[in-house]
């Protein structure tokens, strides 16, 4: 039972607490609350008191008639945090006061760096500070610092700086500018990190080169986590003993380093020390964790979303998004999708050449023979053979949303249709992504469940799978267990997760709304009778949505399928969407799109 009043302890309550989280998610409109920590503790009785696991039934679905109908929620402008740039408003709290702290300290790092000038505040959250600045100078450019609130050092922004590294010279990712670029020394890698305490693997020792997508004839010989406890039952006691093992050298690690620092500041203080230390850097003194990214001018799909909503514009002749808009746009959102797959600076044909040669200072573009590539951007491609599969990654988003989806210009120099009127769009925030592995134990999928924001969680996270996997309640051996890796649903993260996500970010901007919730489960009546059992609402089943092309409806219905098995591979969306944006549909005219993106994107 868990201890009265406080947050769920130890693996197995947080397993329940998990279970009752997401049955209410999977059937009430208004889930938020019982996600925050307060309501959790203060409903114990509701989650501790789950008889998991339950009994294993024939259909694991959810009853469609528990489930609450959706509620349309239609994007309107919304001011989550008052602007730091402007006097502290009446009653402005700490978390204001902690924002406008760091971006002075930011800002402060930048005072070393010639020619550098501070723009405006993009935004802050609970985790990171975003700001825009300005690189003077022949050739002029805005970039973006994101900071930790917490301190100079974190171990968040390290992470998701490896993860961008990934995805370096990705056309539709976004990415870093590197520090010689502006001016900032390199910083040498951080050895003090403390180890994840579900994964008894080293992440630190892969340059993510290495593929472990389960394809290959070697990795199907690999034994099972199941398996290999058969075998040896005490392998598992022995890899936890050595990995908790790492844990405590780290941390004590850490805590020298820190008794350092203090020892440093104390002298400093005293006066014995007088200059700043400048001797051999072994604890890494001076460490400034901030991640310098690429600016894109035209915001966001969310502000998008919100300006497509608005009264004036609703009140033109056509206000949805032509189609030709939405299949450039699922385009970009496929690809992607294949970044993460098929990273291009490991995968492209043309990684290997120098920038083509730029004309009127517009990068250009070389789509002769295999590859495409603008300027220094790869654009991604899956390859014509299966040869390649079995070395793809297994590297999961975690949170595609509006928010996170943003729109740069078009492509002066092309040739084809792709990019030539309509913008291309970038996936940013690699905060939560994450390579992850198979034939893990049961606490690393868990974990891995909260990953990500309301409305957009995939049925691998939200299933009630989860609640049927026969684990012994309370038992120390469940969390190390092989059972989830074994599900063919719940916690199998991996590309189809991705392509999910990207099917609801283009649900939304088919339907004007966010997010449906709770997610809908379609009956398989009508237009969904020959699908997969899916989550796709309203577009094959209300009129107000039948300009928009059948294909496209037909396709993002099938990518919001429940299974993972079920959803269209990355390779078949891809041959899909790039003959698709050369459909031609009746009024979308190329000056009707140039209108169109000039009045609902630039002038935005």
Known sequence: MANAGGPPQGWWEKWQASSFQFWIYRMSRKPYQEFRRRELEARIPAWAQRPLPYPKPVNRRVDIADVEPMEPEYPSPTAYFPNIDNPPPAGAGRHFYKARDTRDRVLDWFTVVPNVAFVKTLGYGGMGIALRLRKEGASPFDFVVKASLSSAESQDIREEANQLRKMNRAAHCIQTIPNARLGLPEQQRFLFDIPPNDDSSDDGQSSGDDSIYEQSAASRER???????????????????????????????????????????????????????????????????????????????????????????????????????????????????????????????????????????????????????????????????????????????????????????????????????????????????????????????????????????????????????????????????????????????????????????????MTRMWAPMPPQLQPKIGAHARLPDNFCPLLLDDPAYGYIDIELRRTIARCMAYDPKDRPDVRSLLLQAKTCINKRFAGETDAFIRTWIQEAIYDA
């Open 223 to 509: 034994r099972t986590r199941r398996e290999i406890i058969e075998q040896d039952p005490n392998w598992m006691r022995r890899r936890t003993r050595a990995h908790r093992a790492r844990i405590a050298e780290a941390k004590d690690l850490v805590e020298r380093r820190q008794q350092e620092f203090k020892g440093r500041k104390r002298r400093r203080r005293l006066g014995w020390i007088t200059h700043r230390y400048t001797g051999p850097d072994t604890w890494d003194e001076n460490r400034r964790d901030i991640i310098c990214l690429e600016f894109c001018e035209n915001g966001d799909l969310a502000t998008l979303l919100t300006k497509i909503n608005d009264d004036k514009w609703l009140q033109r002749d056509r206000p949805n998004v032509p189609n030709r808009v939405l299949w450039s746009f699922w385009l970009c959102l496929v690809r992607a999708c294949t970044a993460m797959l098929f990273p291009p600076r490991k995968f492209h044909p043309k990684r290997k050449l120098g920038d083509p040669r730029p004309f009127n200072r517009h990068p250009a573009v070389d789509n002769a023979g295999e590859g495409k590539r603008v300027g220094h951007d790869l654009f991604e491609e899956v390859g014509r053979d299966d040869s390649r599969w079995w070395r793809a990654k297994r590297h999961v988003h975690f949170d595609i949303d509006p928010q996170n989806i943003l729109i740069t210009g078009i492509d002066v120099m092309t040739r084809d249709n792709e990019h030539k009127i309509i913008p291309r769009l970038k996936l940013a925030d690699f905060g939560l992504a994450k390579v992850v592995k198979p034939r893990k134990r049961n606490c690393y999928y868990r974990n891995l469940r909260h990953r990500g924001k309301l409305g957009h969680f995939a049925p691998e996270q939200f299933c009630m799978d989860w609640d049927y996997i026969p684990l012994v309640p309370g038992s120390a051996a469940g969390s190390e267990g092989p059972e989830v890796s074994e599900e063919p649903i719940a916690g199998n993260y991996g590309p189809a997760m991705n392509v999910w996500q990207i099917a609801i970010v283009l649900w939304q901007l």
